[in-house]
Nanobody, 124 residues
Framework: QVQLVESGGGLVQAGGSLRLSCAVSGDIFRSYAMGWFRQAPGKERTFVAAISWSAGTTDYTDSVRGRFTIFRDNAKNTGFLQMNSLKPEDTAVYYC?????????????????WGQGTQVTVSS
């Protein structure tokens, strides 16, 4: 059983910052890429950012590139999403995901495991 637990969400004013964390535990013996997705009210879940197992490759959706940074600590099985210069349109529930993969550099695995989500609200 693999578990992903997000933390770090909250309410912040526009222009502020938040750091989300995603702790991975359980029987995930293989290497895995990590990703962040978000779902705003009434909208579909969309991709935000991903990082490869090797941490050498990252990928971002255009709307967050330059403001968000994804990174990970493999020794602690934890991933992070640093969000700066937040905007009201970043308001959403943020989900982390893990995708086991044999390719150390991929950021496009099959996302097999998901967390429960953490709410991020940005006020104007």
């Amino acid at each position: 059983q693999v578990q992903l637990v997000e933390s770090g969400g909250g309410l912040v004013q526009a222009g502020g910052s938040l750091r989300l964390s995603c702790a991975v535990s359980g029987d995930i013996f293989r290497s895995y890429a990590m990703g962040w997705f978000r779902q705003a009210p009434g909208k579909e879940r969309t991709f935000v950012a991903a990082i490869s197992w090797s941490a050498g490759t990252t990928d971002y959706t255009d709307s967050v590139r330059g403001r968000f940074t994804i990174f990970r600590d493999n020794a602690k099985n934890t991933g992070f999403l640093q969000m700066n210069s937040l905007k009201p349109e970043d308001t959403a529930v943020y989900y982390c995901a893990a995708g086991p993969t044999a390719i150390a550099t991929t950021t496009r695995p099959r996302w097999n495991y998901w967390g429960q989500g953490t709410q991020v609200t940005v006020s104007s």
